[in-house]
């Protein structure tokens, strides 16, 4: 049975796959949430590649948001990998950055909920503010979670956001895939959500009717039933 990696995005940490990761181990599949460091979208893949390299065996790899873009990158070319699981994820193709695709269609208010500051290691990184978390990331959860979520939020470098998908062979193209998504999501818009599981031509596309972008925590039956599908 393959073993399920989760890997979790910009403004979130691996505890938001909690729900998620119950309902697989109940299931009997092996669970590791991974904790994406956020710096660059090579340097968080090749990371994300050493963890399944350390599973030695089949592998489920399972992205939210910009954790989308790490699974692309991390699965090319890499025959441990059984099938992908975009959750209100990003499914890039060569050259795309996450904000490319957050732009290419209208819905995204983000960029206006983001605080943005300087960091020792050069550039600048990406919080969001804490009287718009709630209402940007995570609508449908209750408001004491949403709390808590802000302040466990990991931040994200903008080089991690605005560098283009560096591999010639994104994953999609030759892995199965699923996508499981919120129509309430306003981080990504629903209708790049829509372009994006229609492109990779995936096996199985869930879409949840009110829905936020926070949706392994707000959803995590639909999340998981999704995963189990891609694991069989």
């Not at 729900?19 to 090579?42: F, K």
């Not at 893949?45 to 350390?54: C, E, G, T």
């Not at 959803?219 to 998981?224: F, G, I, L, S, T």
């Amino acid at each position: 049975m393959a073993t399920v990696l989760l890997v979790h995005g910009a403004f979130a940490e691996s505890a938001s796959w909690n729900g998620v990761a119950e309902r697989l181990t109940a299931a009997g599949h092996d669970v590791v949430a991974v904790a994406n460091p956020l710096r660059s979208l090579a340097g968080d893949a090749a990371y994300v590649r050493d963890v399944i390299a350390s599973i030695g065996g089949p592998v489920v790899l399972a992205g939210h948001s910009y954790g989308g873009m790490v699974i692309t990158e991390a699965a090319a070319g890499n025959d441990a990998v059984t099938a992908l699981v975009y959750v209100c994820a990003f499914a890039p193709d060569t050259g795309e950055s996450a904000f490319d695709l957050s732009t290419k269609f209208p819905g995204s208010t983000l960029g206006d909920a983001l605080a943005a500051y300087p960091v020792s290691t050069g550039g600048n990184e990406f919080a969001i503010r804490k009287d718009a978390f709630h209402h940007q990331f995570a609508a449908d959860v209750a408001a004491e979670q949403a709390a808590l979520m802000y302040a466990t939020q990991r931040p994200v470098t903008q080089a991690a956001l605005s560098t283009g998908l560096p591999t010639d062979q994104p994953a999609w193209k030759s892995i199965p895939s699923w996508f499981v998504f919120g129509d309430q999501d306003i981080n990504i818009p629903v209708a790049l959500h829509r372009f994006v599981a229609e492109r990779a031509s995936a096996r199985g596309v869930r879409e949840i009717a009110g829905a936020s972008h926070a949706l392994s925590v707000s959803r995590p039956d639909a999340v998981a039933e999704t995963i189990l599908e891609a694991a069989k």
